[in-house]
């Protein structure tokens, strides 16, 4: 704690600053993955495709995708939107949709961590919704009213 001009100014110990920036990163991450998951899924379904079981490939060549191929944003980017056997383009439209979703996550989470709302009030609420952005989405691709 430290005294300037009779104000009491609290230093936060660097250790909680990293853990709290950590726990950022890793809430992005986890909101990006559902977003990469929601869309295979989002992709599988309407087309009769198992997607449980199916494996991530290529659309060009049919290729199926490494691990590190799959990490949400960060492939995306490093393979410039595109399949490194064929070339062929899938564009940064995932990386957007995983990314913004990766925000989304962490804002939410603000906003309720900072409103007083238990973890558990937290962790419903993003729950609540990823099943409807992935209900919404399913409805969409299979063209439901």
Do not use: Q
């Not at 989002?42 to 799959?70: A, K, Q, T």
């Amino acid at each position: 704690m430290h005294r300037f001009n009779s104000v009491v100014y609290h230093t936060v110990p660097r250790r909680c600053v990293h853990v709290t920036a950590l726990m950022y990163v890793l809430l992005f991450f986890v909101g990006a993955s559902i977003a990469s998951c929601s869309s295979c899924i989002i992709y599988r379904i309407p087309r009769g495709m198992d997607w449980v079981r199916g494996h991530s490939c290529c659309e060009g060549c049919g290729r199926r995708l490494h691990p590190w191929e799959l990490i949400p944003v960060i492939s995306c980017l490093a393979l410039r939107g595109r399949c490194p056997t064929c070339g062929a383009y899938f564009g940064y439209s995932h990386a957007i949709r995983e990314g913004s979703t990766g925000v989304l996550f962490v804002f939410l989470f603000l906003m309720s961590s900072g409103s007083g709302a238990s973890p558990i009030e937290t962790i419903s609420t993003l729950l609540i919704f990823i099943v409807s952005m992935l209900l919404s989405s399913i409805m969409i691709a299979k063209g439901w009213k």
